[in-house]
């Protein structure tokens, strides 16, 4: 069995090139975090399950809460997923359409976890920071972990950077019992 990962690789690789031809990345950005929040409720999912509801009608139902912000060719889209029984991967394939718009737009994702909470000045300087060490533009979320101590823990896809008290705390005590 393919994983969720490997399965909604392809439904988000046309998804961006779709979004990419029609010069819609944020719109179609929008209309896929919308539609994962739809197709991640218990009621979708039941009726999902529901071999008495049709694809025709399931299509129906999430264009109609979608309203306006679907247009055509993501609604198109939506029909595809739910005919290949794709759905429930929505937030997968939403996931994985971020990352490819970010590195289209040469931006990366970085999770910041403080110990304390950042203000603006500071979360800017990190930013900047950030931008140059990695030559990107940088779309930061920082959540504050107060286990950490103090300082920071930053990771930005495959890299971490552990500027934390706890973290040099227990790189200490690993010199010490080696």
Avoid: C
Wanted: glycine fraction near 8%; charged fraction near 35%; proline fraction near 3%.
């Amino acid at each position: 069995m393919l994983n969720r990962t490997t399965l909604a690789r392809p439904y988000a690789r046309a998804a961006f090139e779709a979004a990419r031809d029609a010069d819609a990345l944020p719109r179609w950005s929008e209309a896929l975090e919308l539609a994962s929040e739809i197709a991640a409720t218990e009621e979708l999912h039941y009726l999902s399950g529901d071999p008495r509801v049709g694809g025709d009608r399931l299509l129906e139902l999430i264009t109609d809460i979608g309203g306006d912000r679907f247009d055509e060719s993501f609604t198109n889209f939506l029909k595809v997923v739910i005919i290949n029984g794709r759905l429930a991967l929505l937030p997968e394939i939403a996931a994985q359409y971020e990352q490819y718009r970010r590195e289209a737009e040469e931006r990366i994702r970085v999770e910041v976890y403080s110990a304390r909470p950042m203000d603006d000045e500071e979360s800017n300087k990190l930013a900047e920071r950030l931008k140059a060490r990695f030559g990107r533009e940088v779309d930061m979320h920082v959540e504050v972990d107060e286990s950490l101590i103090g300082g920071a823990v930053i990771r930005a896809g495959d890299k971490v950077i552990d500027g934390s008290v706890r973290g040099r705390l227990e790189q200490l005590g690993r010199r010490i019992n080696a």
